[in-house]
């Protein structure tokens, strides 16, 4: 089911936060830690989370929605989208579906976290990096989900997500298999207004 899915994908972000301040060098980098999604349709109802609580849409902006819940009764609020474009090298190696998601959670002081399901699991140390704006983003990996490395650039990161048209995302899986997934942008910049309005308590 997507949704446990993506709770333990979110939830190794936890386990993974050291990691990721140690290779970024930078002490004031935020605590990942375990939150919740679901799929950008408004036309089915998305199934329960943890705690209880089930994820609202309160806006579809292009191809971001923009959604609330209220997990163990804290607010989280996030933007999702699906990809655009996949591509496999070897070609049409299957897979599960990838989601890239921006997170804001006001009890942990957490604004606009990046993270990707990219859809399988992730070959253990291998490199996986987001382009948009003409930059790569180094990001980091636990199972089949992916962090940005160096925290300290996030904000620059997700500024040239809202001023770009599509952002990419590279991996490469367990079994060797090379994937491409080119992200819409459009909407994402109101989604994350909206969200920013939504949870700003």
Do not use: H
């Amino acid at each position: 089911m997507l949704f446990r899915r993506v709770l333990t994908i979110l939830a190794a972000g936890v386990l993974m936060c050291g990691a990721a301040t140690s290779l970024a060098q930078t002490p004031s980098a935020s605590p990942k830690a375990a939150k919740s999604t679901a799929k950008p349709d408004a036309a089915k109802p998305p199934p329960a989370m943890s705690g209880g609580a089930e994820p609202t849409l309160i806006g579809q902006f292009g191809t971001w929605g923009a959604y609330t819940a209220t997990p163990n009764g804290k607010k989280v609020c996030f933007a999702l989208a699906k990809p655009a474009s996949s591509k496999t090298n070897p070609p049409n190696r299957p897979r599960d579906p990838a989601y890239a998601f921006v997170s804001t959670r006001p009890a942990e002081k957490v604004s606009n976290e990046v993270s990707v399901m990219i859809g399988y699991t992730l070959k253990p140390g291998s490199e996986s990096t987001l382009e948009v704006g003409g930059a790569s983003f180094s990001m980091y990996t636990q199972g089949d989900g992916l962090w940005i490395k160096n925290a300290a650039e996030e904000e620059r990161m997700v500024e040239a997500m809202r001023k770009s048209a599509d952002a990419t995302v590279k991996g490469v899986s367990a079994k060797g298999t090379e994937t491409t997934d080119t992200f819409s942008l459009k909407g994402l910049s109101q989604a994350l207004d909206k969200i920013a309005q939504d949870c700003r308590r």
